[in-house]
């Protein structure tokens, strides 16, 4: 072990060697990618299940602001209360199933109204009145409120479980809680945003971002002349997984003295199942893969910054930031386009399966987990 200058705590080197991933090279049917069965199965067990960092909490800043979340064929509302906590719940009016609340804002008075025949329900989604209520059986309205979603609120996001979650936050994230939580997130902030909309199906998108070997090809003039993409170290944190990718020194630079490839190294984190936090020890970017059907899916982006560097001016920051989200965000539509791309070719009689090299070592890894999931619903047969 050895002492970190930064007073994060000693550098493990044991710990981090020992998690290195050594997967040797796979296939994958290509059906994985196209086929409605796997994808509804996907949806139910895999995104209703799985903790999912979903709103920056700079949008749920001050009591009574909330965000109405949609995706997934969900419509979820998230609401800070005049205590200051989150709550979460579906939002689904339980008298005849209407959609609620309709935009994110501020609920001033502190009750949204069904907008089809009137009932109010409070900031946490229990109903508060009902029109009419003595034309009901009692039974039914005794308790009422909207089905509640978990929320927690953790690196600077809304992470929520759709349906009652078999682990804990904490439980779930594992290994990637001590390894992406010494960035210190929570005192970073969301300034930047973009999404891209792709024809192709949410698991091509979440493999592009995992491997580096497409870097000197896809990215040949934005990327491939900062990161030495040969030099990757992919680390297994199952079920999610992590790499470290050395950027080129300038000429003269001296070599890092922190033992930690964190301080002076891009870390790149897949939070299972969609999510990518890219970061520098400073900075990262962060985005997370959404299907909207098996074929279509749409990325969000968010740029977010530390506080300033010690011996840097504030502006000099702020143009620092304003410059590497510009970057990013060419870099992503470079993505996108292939991505895209890939996605008109699903049909073809040609398409029949993926390999994954040893460099690709964590696609290897994450198909594992989906399949480990997913199998406990799919018919062996229809696999
Ligand atoms: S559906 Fe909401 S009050 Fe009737
Ligand atoms: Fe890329």
């Not at 979603?149 to 779930?172: D, K």
């Not at 620092?320 to 008109?344: C, I, K, P, S």
């Amino acid at each position: 072990m050895t002492n970190a200058p930064d007073g994060r705590g000693p550098f493990d080197h044991a710990a981090w060697d020992e998690r290195s991933m050594r997967e040797p090279p796979s296939v994958l049917d290509a059906a994985r990618y196209s086929d409605p069965v796997q994808h509804r199965a996907e949806i139910t067990e895999i995104f209703h299940r799985s903790w999912l960092p979903v709103v920056p909490l700079a949008d749920l800043a001050e009591p009574r602001q909330y965000v109405v979340w949609e995706q997934l064929g969900q419509s979820v509302v998230i609401a800070r209360g005049d205590d200051g906590r989150l709550s979460a719940w579906h939002n689904v009016c339980q008298h005849r199933g209407a959609r609620l609340v309709r935009e994110s804002g501020r609920c001033h008075s502190g009750t949204f109204r069904c907008p089809w025949h009137g009932f109010a329900y409070d900031i946490t989604g229990c109903v508060t009145n009902v029109p009419l209520r003595d034309s009901f059986d009692p039974a039914e309205l005794d308790g009422l409120r909207t089905p509640v979603v978990a929320v927690r609120e953790l690196w600077g996001f809304a992470w929520i479980c759709l349906t009652a979650p078999a682990q804990t936050l904490e439980e779930y994230l594992g290994p990637l809680l001590p390894d992406l939580g010494w960035y210190g997130l929570d005192a970073f902030e969301t300034r930047y945003r973009a999404q891209w909309r792709m024809q192709v199906n949410w698991k091509t998108v979440v493999d592009a971002f995992n491997e580096t070997w497409h870097v000197p090809f896809t990215h040949k003039d934005t990327l491939s002349g900062i990161v030495l993409w040969r030099d990757a170290h992919l680390r297994d944190l199952s079920p999610h997984s992590m790499m470290t990718i050395p950027l080129k020194r300038r000429e003269g630079a001296p070599p890092p003295t922190d033992p930690d490839p964190r301080a002076s190294m891009i870390g790149h984190f897949l939070a299972f199942p969609n999510t990518i936090f890219s970061c520098f020890p400073t900075h990262l970017q962060m985005w997370s893969v959404w299907p909207l059907g098996p074929r279509e899916s749409v990325m969000r982006a968010w740029g977010i910054v530390g506080p300033t560097p010690s011996g840097m001016a504030d502006d000099e920051w702020a143009a620092r930031n304003e410059r590497d989200w510009e970057h990013f965000v060419e870099v992503a539509r470079q993505d996108a386009e292939v991505l895209d791309d890939a996605g008109r070719v699903y049909d073809s009689l040609g398409f029949r399966r993926n390999m994954f090299n040893v460099a690709e070592g964590r696609l290897t890894a994450f198909h594992r987990t989906i399949d480990e999931i997913i199998s406990k619903s799919l018919p062996a047969a229809g696999r």
